[in-house]
């Protein structure tokens, strides 16, 4: 079986969604939940085992900078130190055509930092990290078998 080339992933159909407004000036979404583990150490061997004792959801928003709209979502909550709950809705997308996605929606969403940077000649951008508590596929990336 051939790849299907047409199905293949890319950030030009890329959306996102926080608390229901639509971003049109995305450059990159990523997220990753990371297991963190401990080592134990075994008597008779010399490797050491692991155990997984917790998990970090972390992700990073990379925007274009056309307005004002994160600073003012975010700025209140981060000097203040009021919890945040954000909802961010993300997918990727393979050929508009083939209509193939997968979408998540990442819930308790909390900004850690905010701010701004920019330098003559290029074009500015924001980064945004975040936390999240929880994640659920909405929809699922069709598999080719």
């Known amino acids: 079986m051939s790849l299907n080339t047409r199905k293949t992933f890319r950030g030009n159909w890329g959306k996102l969604i926080i608390d229901g407004h639509t971003f049109t000036n995305v450059k990159g979404v ?5 297991a963190n583990t401990e ?5 008779g061997s010399l490797k050491e085992a ?5 998990l970090e959801q972390t992700g990073e928003l990379k925007l274009t900078k056309t307005d004002s709209y ?3 979502l975010l700025l209140n909550y981060v000097k203040t130190g009021k919890a945040q ?8 997308a393979s050929d508009k055509e083939c209509k ?14 905010i701010g701004s940077s920019w330098e003559a000649g ?13 994640i ?10």
């Open 39 to 43: 080592k134990i150490a075994q008597t």
């Open 136 to 145: 659920k596929p909405i929809t699922w990336a069709e598999d080719d078998n």
């Open 100 to 113: 193939n996605e997968e979408k998540v929606r990442l819930t308790g969403c909390s900004f850690s930092e």
């Open 122 to 134: 290029k074009i500015s951008e924001e980064t945004y990290p975040f936390t999240f508590e929880n």
């Open 70 to 72: 994160m600073l003012k």
């Open 30 to 34: 990523e997220w990753k939940i990371k």
């Open 50 to 54: 692991e155990v997984q004792s917790g």
């Open 85 to 92: 709950n954000f909802t961010i809705i993300t997918s990727q």
